[in-house]
């Protein structure tokens, strides 16, 4: 019977195409990914990886191999997980990714409360403004807006996804009024670049009543990061377009306000990704009742909803 760790050396390497990807994503040092598949064909007596120089392909009996394996391993994976505990609680390390802001603003004043309730648990939280790879990455959860769906993994809609126009008072009060999407024209813009592309996005903007019009500002500065985004029109240096996750903090302290209120740009869902295997994880199952439970108690869906007026 081959060990469980090599026939998911081999599964994890068929996935990324390379054994360092493997190791990364495993944990582990290439040299020993490599040992446990090629003992593992070597237990078999066949080939499952054609190597050269440059790339890692499957042979034909590879291919069938994994086509047979793969559903398997991720349900015993599930079942011992699933059977880790510390006196009966869910336990294990707990890798989510989510947002930097949002993370460090919704999620993490959380973290003692679900530690509290799951000790056994142990927290491997990355703050990161991305859309990562949730099951080549390994992650067992992320948290955010815009993921392509893989194979096999499940979006959970938490909140609606909305992006809101703000500025300092202070803007506001030197220059001229805005009272429509076209008077936009005429000032200055915090713009924000994409992470993933490096553009600036041309986004639409809405009412609750489906009326459309062009966002345009005049490009006075770009960042990368929309909390320093914020942090700039802080400064009354122009008007910037962040999501209402964002926004928040900023609306109730007052320090920003919201610019043409009846309008909002909708960016689809702010959701929960996770595996789709019938088996979660009891520590993956708890983390996603937990956060769901906190959505509902501090009402983030209607606060998040940029048509309810602030």
């Known amino acids: 019977m081959e060990t469980l760790s090599s026939i998911e050396c081999f599964v994890r390497t068929a996935e990324a195409g390379s054994f360092a990807e493997a190791a990364r994503r495993l944990g582990l040092t290439p040299a020993a990914v490599g040992k446990n598949v090629a003992r593992l064909e070597s237990n078999l007596g066949v080939r499952l990886f054609l190597r050269s120089t440059r790339r890692l392909t499957l042979t034909e009996a590879g291919e069938r ?143 609750r009543d489906d009326q459309q019009a062009t966002l345009e500002l005049k490009q006075r500065m770009t960042m990368n990061d929309p909390d320093a985004a914020c942090h700039a029109a802080l400064q009354g240096l122009g ?39 019938k088996l979660l994880p009891a520590k993956t199952r708890v983390f996603i009742d937990f956060i769901v439970e906190r959505f509902r108690e501090h009402r983030w869906v209607e606060r998040f909803d940029a048509r309810q007026r602030r």
Do not use: C
């Open 65 to 207: 191999f994994l086509a047979e394996v793969s559903g398997g391993l991720a349900s015993i994976q599930g079942a011992v997980a699933n059977l880790a505990s510390s006196q009966g609680q869910p336990a294990g390390t707990l890798k989510v990714s989510m947002g930097m802001a949002f993370g460090r603003d919704y999620i993490l004043p959380h973290l003692s409360d679900f530690l509290t309730r799951y000790p056994a648990i142990t927290p491997d939280w990355h703050f990161d403004n991305r859309a990562v790879d949730l099951i080549g990455e390994g992650f067992d959860a992320a948290i955010g807006g815009g993921f392509e769906l893989p194979p096999g993994a499940i979006a959970r809609q938490l909140a609606p996804a909305h992006r809101v126009l703000l500025a300092a008072p202070a803007y506001l009060a030197k220059h001229a009024p805005i009272a429509r999407p076209e008077d936009l024209t005429q000032h200055d813009g915090i713009l924000i670049r994409s992470p993933q592309t490096g553009r600036v996005r041309t986004w639409p903007l809405r009412t």
């Open 239 to 277: 008007i910037t377009l962040v999501s209402t996750v964002h926004a928040l903090p900023y609306l109730q302290r007052d320090s920003l306000q919201r610019v043409l209120p009846d309008w909002y740009v909708d960016t689809g869902s702010l959701s929960l990704y996770f595996s789709a295997q």
